[in-house]
């Protein structure tokens, strides 16, 4: 199974990213998908999740309304649309497929995002 995440990069605040993770070696419709990050000398924290069908969705709170995770089956693709970056947005940024019929989960390797001006 791998995870690889892409898209991440340095932007300024107020700009738009849009990160990429594709999914080989498993059965992509069993898993729910999930962005986390983490920013240095913080824990590791769930940013969005998407169902397994992509009917629900969950974000934080500190990303609502500006940050949207969608999920494209026939490319075994989940993404993470992020607008109107902010300098706390900055920190690793992390796929992980989350197996709906257990505990098996996966993770990518990350992705760097860095809000600067």
């Known amino acids: 199974v791998q995870l690889v995440e892409s898209g991440g990069g340095l932007v300024q605040p107020g700009g738009s990213l849009r990160l990429s993770c594709e999914a080989s070696?498993?059965?992509?419709?069993?898993?729910?998908m999930k962005w986390y990050r983490q920013a240095p000398g913080k824990e590791r924290e769930l940013v969005a999740r998407?169902?397994?069908?992509?009917?629900?969705?969950y974000y934080a709170d500190s990303v609502q309304g500006r940050f949207t995770i969608s999920r494209d089956s026939a490319k075994n693709t989940v993404y993470l649309q992020m607008n109107t970056l902010k300098p706390e947005d900055t920190a690793v940024y992390y796929c992980?497929?989350?197996?709906?019929?257990?505990?098996?989960?996966?993770w990518g390797r990350g992705t760097q995002v860095t809000v600067s001006s």
């Open positions: 070696g498993l059965t992509f419709s069993s898993y729910a």
């Open positions: 992980m497929a989350d197996w709906i019929y257990g505990s098996n989960d996966y």
């Open positions: 998407i169902s397994e069908g992509g009917a629900f969705i």
